[in-house]
T-cell receptor
């Protein structure tokens, strides 16, 4: 079975631009979470979606938004990019939103903001 | 707020046993998880403790004491391939919903 897939793998943007990152969960998984990981730090929680509804939100500005589609894939959008948004963006899927603790991570999208 | 503390670095030799501790201060605690991440790779799930006690999965074991807000990951019979970063993570709930909060990670270096 295919694991979690993310696209694109790498992305270079300039300050002020907008970016959309995409994630496809493992087949049968209904929950998708997004994380930001900067070098040398642990993943920082951004959003969780379950059954197309937002179930959790981390401490990120409103420039960050996400949605989940009927096929459970998800998009993360970041507006008005700042240099500090440069990071690895990870998507993880799981069967449930709360009680299934095994999160399966995708390879991530490396975003560089110049 | 939520915080997790774990050592930044641990070194060991092949065949040894190493313990990585994690202490946390959170509200709405549901459980403690451990993830492994090799350089350039994605985090992979290792273990989860929802209740107090020890969970064993092969060479890896994890322990939780909710009364002490403390847990650890125990790695036995260390191998070179175990060199990686290890993160503890806590599932919490707050007014915004549910979140998985990660520690800053412990870099384990295994030498021969």
């Amino acid at each position: 079975d295919a694991g979690v897939t993310q696209s694109p793998t790498h992305l270079i943007k300039t300050r002020g631009q907008h970016v959309t990152l995409r994630c496809s969960p493992i087949s049968g998984h209904k929950s998708v979470s997004w994380y930001q990981q900067v070098l040398g730090q642990g993943p920082q929680f951004i959003f969780q979606y379950y059954e197309k509804e937002e179930r959790g939100r981390g401490n990120f500005p409103d420039r960050f938004s996400a949605r989940q589609f009927p096929n459970y894939s998800s998009e993360l959008n970041v507006n008005a990019l700042l240099l500090g948004d440069s990071a690895l963006y990870l998507c993880a899927s799981s069967l449930d939103s709360l009680y299934q603790e095994t999160q399966y991570f995708g390879p991530g999208t490396r975003l560089l903001v110049l | 707020g939520q915080s997790l503390e774990q050592p930044s670095e641990v070194t060991a030799v092949e065949g040894a046993i190493v313990q990585i501790n994690c202490t946390y201060q959170t509200s709405g605690f549901y459980g403690l998880s451990w993830y492994q991440q090799h350089d350039g790779g994605a985090p992979t799930f290792l273990s989860y403790n929802g209740l107090d006690g020890l969970e064993e999965t092969g060479r890896f074991s994890s322990f939780l004491s909710r009364s002490d807000s403390y847990g650890y990951l125990l790695l036995q019979e260390l191998q070179m391939k175990d060199s990686a970063s290890y993160f503890c993570a806590v599932r919490v709930t707050n007014q915004a919903g549910t979140a998985l909060i990660f520690g800053k990670g412990t870099t384990l270096s295994v030498s021969s």
